[in-house]
């Protein structure tokens, strides 16, 4: 079993930053890959980002040039940088990992084995 946990969402004003946090714990796994999504009520849960244990990175394009996905791998951390953040931003954002060494395709959102609880951004325009 993997857990994965959130955190660094809050309230921040358009233009602003934040970094949100996906702490892993349990079994370990050396070949992965690790997605952030946000989903905003009554919508369908979109992809955000996603890197792998190579550190290749992937982003949507409304992302893209804004948010910057990372790995801290002495703490088994992965990170959401996000810049310039819109009113459009706003959502639960959950990570989620696919310990199934795919490559070198990206997993789609039902190939991911375990996900965290999420963690709200809220965007102030």
């Known amino acids: 079993q993997v857990q994965l946990v959130e955190s660094g969402g809050g309230l921040v004003q358009a233009g602003g930053s934040l970094r949100l946090s996906c702490a892993a714990s349990?079994?370990?796994?050396?070949?992965?890959?690790m997605g952030w999504f946000r989903q905003v009520p009554g919508k369908e849960r979109e992809f955000v980002a996603a890197l792998r244990w190579s550190g290749t990175t992937t982003y949507s394009n409304s992302v893209k040039g804004r948010f910057t996905i990372s790995k801290d791998n002495a703490k088994d951390t992965v990170y959401l940088q996000m810049n310039s953040l819109k009113p459009d931003d706003a959502a639960v954002y959950y990570c989620?990992?696919?310990?199934?060494?795919?490559?070198?395709?990206?997993?789609?959102?039902?190939?991911?084995?375990?996900w965290g609880q999420g963690t709200q951004v809220t965007v102030s325009s």
């Open positions: 349990g079994r370990t796994f050396n070949r992965y890959v």
């Open positions: 989620a990992v696919d310990t199934n060494t795919r490559w070198p395709s990206w997993p789609t959102e039902n190939e991911y084995d375990y």
